[in-house]
């Protein structure tokens, strides 16, 4: 039976802070399309102290980068050996091409947020999903 070779760990990495940072930003514009603004912490003319849909969209963005990034290095250094079942990946590919296209249709649509503050919770959003989906990606490798 040929060995497998297994992929270089920064490959593994970058793949994994990539796919989290797009799980992270499809999870941002379809939150932004659902009303869970980030920008609402900032804001000024609002009475609460703080708007929940803003916490929750901050967890929600970094829940989805860190998981993204830890399961797809999980799963990349897994698949190098083939432990994965092929019924696994084909599951995976779909779900994460639904998220992408719900994603694409949410930021097709007119944005609810004026365009700066759009820009800013973008970026904002971009930052977050990369710093946590490196972390899962880091985590997972230095678990396997």
Excluded at 17 to 28: K, P, Q
Excluded at 78 to 89: D, H, L, N, T, V
Excluded at 111 to 119: A, E, M, Y
Excluded at 133 to 143: I, P, Q, S, T, V
Aim: glycine content about 12%.
């Amino acid at each position: 039976m040929p060995e497998t070779t297994p992929f270089p760990s920064r490959l593994i990495l970058a793949a994994a802070a990539i796919s989290g940072v797009l799980l992270a930003l499809a999870v941002h514009m379809l939150g932004a399309r659902f009303g869970l603004d980030l920008g609402g912490l900032w804001r000024s003319d609002t009475s609460n102290f703080m708007p929940a849909g803003s916490a929750l969209a901050w967890w929600l963005i970094a829940t989805v980068g860190f998981s993204g990034g830890y399961f797809t290095a999980s799963l990349m250094h897994s698949a190098a050996s083939g432990q994965i079942p092929q019924r696994m990946q084909q599951f995976l590919i779909a779900a994460v091409v639904l998220v992408l296209i719900g994603a694409g249709q949410a930021a097709a649509a007119p944005s609810p947020l004026p365009t700066v503050s759009g820009v800013i919770a973008g970026f904002a959003a971009l930052g977050l999903g990369a710093a946590m989906a490196f972390c899962g990606a880091h985590f997972a490798l230095r678990k396997a």
